[in-house]
């Protein structure tokens, strides 16, 4: 059976991830510790809550550096949410606290306008994809020098 490492940093809905990774036939191995990051064959990060919270606790549970290292390698990774936004260098959700700093890019709030709801909640069409249900108030600007990270791109009142 194929196995993925699951990172549970303590907020969000990891049951039901854990359960739809079983369903398909995986084998959900939980982190419990830096070292178990290293090891891991594929790594999810799902993630609900606070920007800065949700740092302050890979901090505390020294997950940081391993995170770093095995996203650096090029090493399979899905980050969810707040598991995909900690590979940025911050958000303006918590201005000041620095993310990992792997994508060269912060995460900014939506520009609320008469016809932008925020939080975006819906499906959107996604580029190559079909589509994506959303439910989020923050995004990352289409930019080149993001080129090598982004995989596919939606329009929500900008690119």
């Known amino acids: 059976m194929p196995q993925v490492w699951l990172l549970d940093y303590g907020a969000g809905n990891v049951r039901s991830l854990r359960n739809a990774l079983a369903a398909i036939g995986f084998d959900v191995i939980d982190i419990t510790s830096p070292a ?9 990060f799902p993630g609900v809550g606070s920007f800065g919270a949700c740092m302050e606790v890979l901090a505390k549970k020294g997950y940081t550096d391993a995170l770093r290292a095995y996203v650096r390698a090029d090493r399979p990774f899905l980050g969810i949410c707040l598991g995909l936004q900690t590979l940025f260098e911050g958000s303006e959700e918590s201005p000041g606290v620095a993310g990992l700093g792997l994508i060269p890019a912060t995460v900014r709030r939506f520009r609320v306008g ?46």
């Open 114 to 159: 008469e016809a932008l709801a925020v939080p975006q909640i819906g499906w959107n069409g996604v580029s190559p994809a079909d589509a994506v249900y959303f439910v989020h108030s923050f995004r990352v600007a289409d930019a080149s020098e993001l080129d090598e990270w982004a995989l596919c791109l939606t329009d929500y009142g900008e690119r």
């Open 36 to 44: 178990q990051i290293a090891e891991a064959g594929v790594l999810v």
